[in-house]
């Protein structure tokens, strides 16, 4: 007969072999990506490559589901109102995760209480396209253009407080133009809208527009980041013509609040494991990203130092909802 010290510890590991058993066993049904813009942007181009290895991974279906709108509001809304048992990811832009909450004074959720950081997945740069009918070819001649046909130019963006917004909020004033934006719902509809020559210009994600300037249907005239693109060598930075402008996007993954530490943490794991593998990491670098793949701890301290960045920018350029 066995002692009772002998019943506890084969308890205990019984205990510890169904949980590992169960954790193992996870995820049980498909698992639902969230990303908070339309079909065809940058953030969901990079999630699609991340869903499609996962679904080998996990041997579950990891369906993207876009809920592009409202800057991303639509689709945290929809995450933050799921199940917190891992089964559904929210990814989004730094506009989505960051900018939101300091740009509109009322939103349906919290992002600090009603969120569990999971990981920042890429850091990218954004491109000024220009449509071939302006007859300028470089940023200085857009600029000049600008300046001697005031009100005439329209650029193309998403919604109130993307960072496509901000970004050609900030270069209309480093630059000192006069320029009409037309707001839209997506970035899909915004650049489609640059190709057929609606609108003249826009500030948009590498990935969503490199195919085109590679075609020649656009020029790229600048980037936004803090160096130039190693596949655009020819293309100069903004803060070669303006000093001091550089913006860097970025797009990471969050889960609903009490979402179960272990699987936190297994879904972070499986997260960076596909994204160092070569072959997801060339197909992520060729869409003009940056992969990072940041541990929760990290992605929340650089969520919250990226919302007291653009509070501050917002409130010195005076940007507002309209």
Known sequence: MLTQQEVVVLWVLAFAAHSAAAQSAFPTKPVRLIVGSQAGGGNDIVGRILAA??????????????????????????????????????????????????????????????????????????????HPSVPTKTLGELIAHAKANPGKLAWSSTGD??????????????????TRRIPYKGSTPAFNDLLAGQVQYCIESVPIGL??????????????GGARLPFLPDVPMLKETLPGLEVSNWYGMVLPAGTPLERVNR??????????????RAKLIAQGTDPVGSTPAEFARFRKAEEGKWARVIKAANIRPQ
């Open 267 to 280: 879904l972070h794991g499986e997260i960076l494991k596909v994204m160092n593998m070569p072959e997801i």
């Open 211 to 224: 195919q085109h300037v590679r075609s020649g249907r656009l020029l790229a005239l600048a980037t936004t």
């Open 161 to 178: 407080g993307g960072l496509p917004q901000l970004t050609g909020e900030m270069f209309k004033l480093a630059a000192n133009i006069d």
């Open 53 to 130: 290895k996962l679904s080998e991974n996990f041997a579950q279906q990891v369906v993207v589901d876009n809920r592009g709108g409202a800057n991303g509001i639509i689709g945290m809304e929809l995450a933050v109102k799921a199940a917190p048992d891992g089964h559904t990811i929210f990814m989004g832009t730094a506009g989505h995760l960051s900018v939101n909450a300091v740009f509109y004074p009322r939103l349906p959720f919290n992002i600090d209480r009603d969120f569990v950081p999971l990981t920042q997945v890429v850091s990218l740069p954004f491109l000024l396209y220009l």
